[in-house]
C-alpha cells in the first residue's frame, strides 16, 4: 500500500524526554488484535496517557494541549523491546511522521521506515538542543528535508542524519516495496529482453 510523498516536512514538535522506550509501552500488548494497521493510534502510549480508569493522564505530554506536531522527540534507544511492527502502525496512525531519537533498535528501525515513518537518529547533543528548544518555545517548527537528509532548528541549527537509499527513495516517491518493484518494471522488461 502506497503512502503519501515525503520531501520536506516542517512542523511542531512533541517532546518525550524518556529513554529505553519500547514497543510495549509504545502499544501495549493487550492491543495487538486487530490486523489492519487503522486505529493503533488511540492506544499509542495508552497505559501512559490515561490511567486505570481510561481518564487522560493531565502530566502524560500527549494530553497537553500546547504540545502538537508530526514529530516525536524522544530519548535515546527508542523502539527497544519486542520486534512487533504495530508500534510504527501505532505512531503513523497517531499522525506523528518523523520520529527522532540520538539512537534507535534496528527492527523498530526498519519496521518503521517499512512503514512511511522515518527514525531519524542524530547525535545527543544535536538531541538536547531539539529538547531545549521545544521546552522554550513549543510552537517551535523544526524543518525535516530528506532529500538533503537535514534537520533543521528555527535558529539555524541543522545536522546531517544518515538512511538507506532504497528506503530514502521509497518515502519520497510514497512507495511501500512492491511499489517500488512496479516503478522499475521497464527497466526489468528491458534487462529481460537483453539477457533473454
Known sequence: MSKEKFIT???????????????????????????????FGENLFRDWRYDSESNPNPEFVLNNT??????????????????????????????????????????????????ALLPLQVSDTFLSKVFKTIEEN????????????????????????????????CLMNGYDDIDYLLSLRDEIKEFDLTHA
Open 66 to 115: 500546547a504540545y502538537k506536531g508530526k514529530i516525536l522527540v524522544a530519548g535515546k534507544n527508542f523502539g527497544c523491546g519486542s520486534s512487533r511492527e504495530h508500534a510504527a502502525w501505532a505512531l503513523y496512525d497517531y499522525g506523528f511522521r518523523v520520529v527522532i531519537s540520538s539512537f534507535f533498535a534496528d527492527i523498530f528501525k526498519n519496521n518503521a521506515l517499512n512503514n
Open 9 to 39: 516536512l516542517k512542523t511542531t514538535a512533541v517532546p518525550l524526554p524518556v529513554e529505553n522506550i519500547d514497543t510495549d509501552q509504545i502499544i501495549p500488548a493487550r492491543f495487538l488484535k486487530a490486523t489492519t494497521r487503522e486505529g
Open 138 to 169: 513549543s510552537s517551535a517548527e523544526i524543518e525535516v528535508n530528506l532529500e538533503s537528509q537535514s534537520v533543521t532548528l528555527p535558529d539555524g541549527a541543522s545536522e546531517k542524519f544518515e538512511i538507506n537509499p532504497y528506503k530514502k527513495a
